[in-house]
RNA sequence: GCCUGGGUAGCUUAGCGGUAAAGCGCGUCCUUGGUAAGGACGAGAGCCCGGGUUCAAAUCCCGGCCUAGGCUCCA
């Protein structure tokens, strides 16, 4: 029999006969290997350990040491669900269920199911696990798959279109139980440690929204008990963190139903969070020679036919009718930077223009995606707009990523880059694309960046970098953004005169810093819990006067720190009660005054981790407090040890 | 936009055909406090909006609006 060749994750090569399968050429490797197989990862996909090998294929071996078992395990709950599930309700008609991010789920049909019924699922759940069934590839002709499932169009149709042509299909059995599935899954039920559903909710058939819509149940499976606890812990705490829940208890914005959906309102707390972000990126961006702009936040649909918006995305654009015309709330702020270009002439020797606006724009968004501030109908970006010649692509968007760096920097964010490569629609030509995606890939390279590719996930016009933070619970959030634009320059005609005397077609870098106000926002409500540091805090500094008899001090100690957002608690409260409450508020910095102090002319600080000193100079705390706030420290550290 | 839940005091929720409840917050008073909730009293509710059923609707039915989770979208 002839042989064929797979290359393993250490680049070493090894030949196998041409029908071996995965689990084969896990035993060639070594007979402990092949015991210990549980599935595979063939070109980057993860298969079953039956499946056959192809000459050249690249196969990593997993077992239940990888970090793909987990997406097994949590497959094969999805089976111990569906199981349990049909014990119970056997009209219920199996779709699909699949392991996903963080557990699985299951799309079933004809079965009314509510969030108290999961209980009941989970239990029989727990028993199918506790009887450790061996779970069992089957291979069956096609034909007889059909026959099996005559009455569920839904394996039907995947049998038709996934299995195409094929002569046989698998199953999985677990005890008289079993399921069209291509698999893998592990050997048996027991190895499930532990399981949970979590929330039922809805989705279509192949998630087209001209199909049926079935009942989705959400759920998670570990190798153990104590994985599943932590699990669940990190979901309360996401909960606790919600920034909208966030933003109630503090005041800082809300979304009432009186001014219409998406449309936040921010109060005083919020807004002063939000002035100082702002502040900070506006003397960043002065710096680094930007011009601040303003547009108003209504034009002519002239100006977005000219742009190209009004024929793409018109009917998520809000269009009003004014003297019989035509206006539209601007979704995006470039048409009118490109325009203020456009209104003069200019030589090589001006390029770069660098333009700057904190501009608000307005995006007509599905209304099942408004959420809190982390979707919604007006926005505000940090937006500017970068006219360069095309040879100085690669500095300008060096220069970017270096601003980007250095926000980040202040947030305790982390963050990922990626590549965004020529996606399938597209405008200009081939040559102007490479050299733009070279550029790009050379500034990533040079400035020695982690970068991952997203190949086709470039905007039409143009490549671009894109940005994630991660924050405290290890989400993934959009972040800053590069984008480099062909498409605007034609569209307005804007030109430079070249050292040639000549016409030539600058090119537009779009480009964020935060993102969206709005985002980074919500991202820095949660990853910091609402606890800001010193200088974006609404309130930085609370006095609690010991008694009444202290609030002549407690106020002349306010006036003294005039620079910082400083608030007395007069409240007729005991002190415990005031300090719980300044903690519940989540202020950075308490200040205790009663006779004590006054007579010494001191403060007794403490700050939001509990930590106290009594006796302290007040005009040492005031230059420590501007230091924090300059230097824009995450976390108080007067009272560091 | 679609599917499934939900909208009751400033907030969080109970009530689910028959006189609208609680906790927190708020106000007044007592207490004048020393490091994470002192006490008493009180005010506060078109029960989301519009229709319908009923002797009677916060409660049941229909429509709308908002909202949560999900699906689909995201320049």
Known sequence: MSEITVVLPDGSELSVPEDATV???????????????????????????????????????????????????????????????????????????????????????????????????????????????DIERLERPREAAFEKYA???????????EAAGEETVSFYRQDD?????????????????????????????????ENEALTRVYGTAFESEGDLEEFLLMREE?????????????????????????????????????????????????????????????????????????????????????????YGLKPMNCPGHATIFDQASWSYRDLPKRYFENGKVYRKEQRGELSGLSRTWAFTIDDGHLFVKPEDIEREVREIMGLIFELISHFDLEVEVDLATRPEKSVGGDEIWESAEEQLRTVLESGGYDYGIEAGDGAFYGPKIDFSFRDALGRSWDGPTVQLDFNMPERFDLTYTGEDNEDHRP????????????????????????????????????????????????????????EFRVEVEDRDWTVGRKIRQAHDDRVPYMLIVGSDEEESGTVSVRDRFEREAEGVGRDAFREHLEAERDEKRIEPDFLKE
């Open 507 to 562: 090119v537009m870098i779009h480009r964020a810093l935060y993102g969206s106000y709005e985002r980074i926002f919500m991202v820095l409500i949660e990853h910091f819990d609402g606890q800001f540091p010193l200088w974006l805090a609404p309130e930085q500094v609370r006095i609690l006067p010991v008694s009444d008899d202290a609030l002549g001090y407690a106020h002349r100690v306010k006036n003294e720190l005039s």
């Open 238 to 326: 996401a909960k606790e963190r919600d920034h909208r829940r966030i933003g109630q208890e503090m005041e800082l914005f809300s979304v009432p139903d009186v001014t219409g959906p998406g449309l936040p309102l921010y109060h005083p707390a919020g807004k002063t969070i939000l002035q100082e972000l702002e502040n900070y990126v506006n003397e960043l961006n002065r710096e680094a020679g930007y011009e601040q702009v303003e547009t108003p936040h209504l034009f002519r649909t002239e100006l977005w036919k000219q742009s190209g918006h009004y024929d793409n995305y018109r009917d998520d654009m809000f269009l009003l009718e004014v003297n019989d015309e035509e």
């Open 23 to 133: 689990e084969d050429a896990a035993y060639e490797i070594g007979p402990g290997l092949g015991e210990d197989t549980v599935a595979g990862v063939v070109d980057g996909e993860l298969v079953a350990k039956e499946d056959e090998l192809h000459d050249g294929a690249q196969l990593v071996i997993v077992t239940d040491q990888s970090d793909e078992y987990l997406d097994v395990l949590r497959h094969s709950a999805a089976h111990v669900f569906a199981q349990a599930l049909q014990r119970l309700n056997p009209e219920a008609t199996l779709t699909i269920g699949p392991p996903t991010e963080d557990g699985f789920y299951y799309d079933v049909a004809n079965v009314d199911l509510e969030e108290s019924d999961l209980e009941a699922i989970e239990t029989e759940m727990e028993a199918i696990i506790e009887a450790d069934y």
């Open 151 to 161: 009455d569920n169009r839904f394996k039907r149709e995947i049998l038709e279109e």
């Open 177 to 209: 139980w079993e399921d069209l599935c291509q698999g893998p899954h592990v050997d048996s039920t027991g190895e499930i440690g532990a399981v949970e559903l979590l929330t039922i909710s809805s989705a279509y058939w192949r998630g087209d929204e």
